[in-house]
């Protein structure tokens, strides 16, 4: 739940949240959140607890100060949500849709990211992280589902569960220095990446299928030199490259929403 107020918003922490992902959302920093929340001890947040967050210059607020998207996904669910988003007009839906699915798709390379890590690193919080990340797309098949229905959700839902396990397969392999499989598994991530911009494009005709395919690829092989940074140990770069993530990930999102709202005007 996010409540806006003043510059800063009031969130309702929910499973998996951390303060190291919330700074990534909302475009701030650790050390900006333990500040704003002296009380609140980062390393044993509850669901439920409400903390203050002051998001930064690129965080883009879902609606105006005195509405509520975000307390009614929580409260009354995608489809209200969505219904809610729908009685305006397109000029209106954009940013709210824009706002949601980058959140969504920044969700997903920041979890893929700590997936990545927890394999190489073999962390406890592994199976946490990926069963975080997995939510993920059943949290786009969600925003999908008021538009196109149960079937095209699920349809995607499977599809890019497939994306993520594919990639927790190329890394054990990678990690393993298993180049033939590695091959192999990345032309089977690859065919997945094609397989959802057909899918997409099949949806909606506004989603050109040449060029998600391009924007699934750049997805993909910025992954991928991620993970080799990491194994190499060269960390710096590994972060630096993040960035350019998530800034793909970020045109990703804008092409999804800008899509929707071409197919449903006004």
Do not use: C
């Not at 599809?159 to 990678?174: G, S």
């Not at 089977?188 to 909606?204: H, M």
């Amino acid at each position: 739940m996010v409540n806006i107020m003043n510059g800063t918003i009031r969130y309702t922490i929910r499973p998996y949240d951390t303060f190291w992902m919330l700074a990534q959302v909302f475009n701030t920093t650790v050390e900006s959140l333990m500040e704003l929340n002296p009380d609140v001890d980062p390393r044993n947040l509850q669901v439920g607890q409400v903390i203050t967050i002051r998001p930064g210059f690129q965080y883009y607020a879902p609606y105006p100060a005195n509405n509520n998207m975000m307390d009614n996904m929580i409260d009354n669910g995608m489809d209200d949500l969505m219904d809610d988003m729908m009685d305006h007009d397109d000029d209106d839906m954009l940013p709210d849709l824009t706002d949601y699915f980058r959140m969504l798709w920044g969700e997903h390379v920041l979890w893929t990211r700590m997936v990545i890590i927890g394999i190489i690193n073999e962390l406890p919080e592994l199976q946490n992280s990926t069963e975080r990340l997995l939510r993920n797309a059943t949290d786009f098949a969600n925003a999908l589902r008021p538009f196109y229905g149960d079937e095209v959700a699920q349809t995607f839902e499977n599809l890019f569960r497939q994306h993520i396990t594919i990639a927790a397969e190329l890394v054990e392999a990678a990690k393993m220095g298993d180049s033939a499989q590695v091959d192999s598994i990345w032309q089977s991530w690859v065919d997945n990446a094609n397989q959802i911009a057909e899918f997409l494009n099949s949806i909606n005709p506004y989603w050109s299928a040449d060029d998600w395919s391009a924007m699934m690829q750049e997805h993909l092989e910025l992954l991928g030199e991620n993970v080799m940074l990491l194994l190499e140990g060269n960390f710096t770069e590994s972060i630096n490259g993040f960035d350019e993530i998530q800034a793909q990930a970020m045109e990703m999102a804008d092409m999804m929403a800008e899509g929707i709202v071409m197919q449903f005007p006004g």
